[in-house]
């Protein structure tokens, strides 16, 4: 087992309070930028292409192509995160929308599918589901208190198109500075998230899959700290019987991670506004989501979409990965129908 004897001194191992005084990771978008966009979206339209069918080379940017590439560096070897202010969504047709934000994303990765279904862009509102019940709901279809996790990709971004009428604070944290403070706090607990558990799928699993992936929180792999956090995953893997029961340690440093994230030191909140893109390194940064209260007029109510993408920083990986995002890329290339699963405890 491969464990940093010292904290891990990068970029991406920031505090709440080094990221709050600071306005560096928001990047306001420019007139010019938007004209840029504004053109490419015609390139595509003129053509006849439709989100997903267009690449990069369909979709011609300069100057905030440039700007894109330094949000790219961030993003992967930097402080793991960037907000990209101001796109006028207002001015767009929900399809344009969808393809400038597809049109983004081919200058930062690859897009992968986010369920069987095949679906490339997601769309975080509320939909009417309940996520405490034992079901197989996600919590992006509710109004609900996310947890502190990571997606399945390298990145996520999420595009705003409304927030909610309050709440739906966007929480973000160091998974580096939090193995960090493990690693100062208790050094006898932190070798649990190097070994493998047992993440429950939610019934995403293809056939013939086991319904679970078997990976640990933390890798340190080629000089680079790799994460894989989602608490409420973990301890609904314990419903499968050939899983390891988890011991009294093993919770008590799977709940410490969500404590950190959540705690004043660690913990880096934002609002969205309407046009904001908020990029994340799913490798160093945890992400959670408060509660919302939501507008009553439908038209009105918060809407993300979302983009999950490989990149080409993390195209080499920890092996044990390999099966997640090959997942993710069948999803995308032979989608299934939604299939029946079995209930879930809550958290």
């Known amino acids: 087992m491969n464990i940093p004897g010292s904290a891990i ?58 700007t894109l590439a330094e949000v790219l560096r961030e993003v992967e070897r930097g402080r793991g995160f960037v907000l990209i202010r101001g796109v006028p969504v207002e001015r767009y047709s929900a399809d344009d ?9 081919t200058y930062l990765g690859e897009a992968a599918g986010q369920n069987r279904m095949g679906d490339v862009i997601g769309h975080v509102t509320d939909i009417g589901r309940n996520w405490a019940k034992d079901n197989h709901d996600r919590g992006y279809q509710t109004r609900s208190f996310l947890p502190f996790h990571c997606d399945k990709t390298d990145a996520v971004a999420l595009l705003c198109l409304h927030p909610s009428k309050s709440g739906g604070s966007s929480c973000i944290a160091s998974s580096v500075a939090i193995h960090n403070e493990i690693l100062a706090r208790r050094p006898d607990l932190l ?20 319904p679970y992936n078997i990976q640990p929180v933390f890798t340190w792999y080629k000089q680079r700290l790799f994460t894989r956090y989602g ?26 991670v969500h404590d950190f994230a959540a705690s004043d030191k660690f ?46 920083g993390f195209a080499d990986m920890p092996e044990h990965y390999r099966t997640i995002y090959e997942t993710a890329r069948d999803w995308r290339d032979n989608p299934r129908s939604a299939a029946a699963a079995a209930p879930i405890a809550a958290e």
């Open 9 to 66: 001194e990068v970029p991406a191992a920031w505090t709440a309070r080094e990221m709050a005084g600071s306005s560096e990771w928001i990047i306001p978008i420019s007139s010019c930028d938007i004209d840029e966009l504004d053109a490419a979206l015609e390139c595509v339209k003129s053509r006849g292409f439709a989100t997903p069918s267009f690449t990069r080379a369909d979709f011609p940017l300069d100057r905030f192509a440039a």
């Open 97 to 105: 929308i969808t393809m400038i934000l597809w049109g983004i994303g």
């Open 191 to 210: 070798e649990s998230l190097y070994r493998p558990f047992y993440v429950d799928l939610r019934g995403e699993e293809m056939e013939g899959e086991k």
């Open 231 to 256: 608490r409420k995953y973990i301890k609904t893997g314990q419903r499968f019987d050939d899983a390891p029961r988890l011991s009294p340690d093993d919770i008590a440093v799977v709940d410490m």
């Open 267 to 312: 913990r880096l909140d934002m609002e969205f506004q309407c046009g904001d893109i908020q990029i994340l390194n799913n490798h160093a940064i945890l992400h959670s989501r408060t509660e919302y209260e939501d507008w009553p007029e439908p038209e009105r109510k918060r809407h993300l979409l979302r983009l999950l993408l490989f990149t080409p």
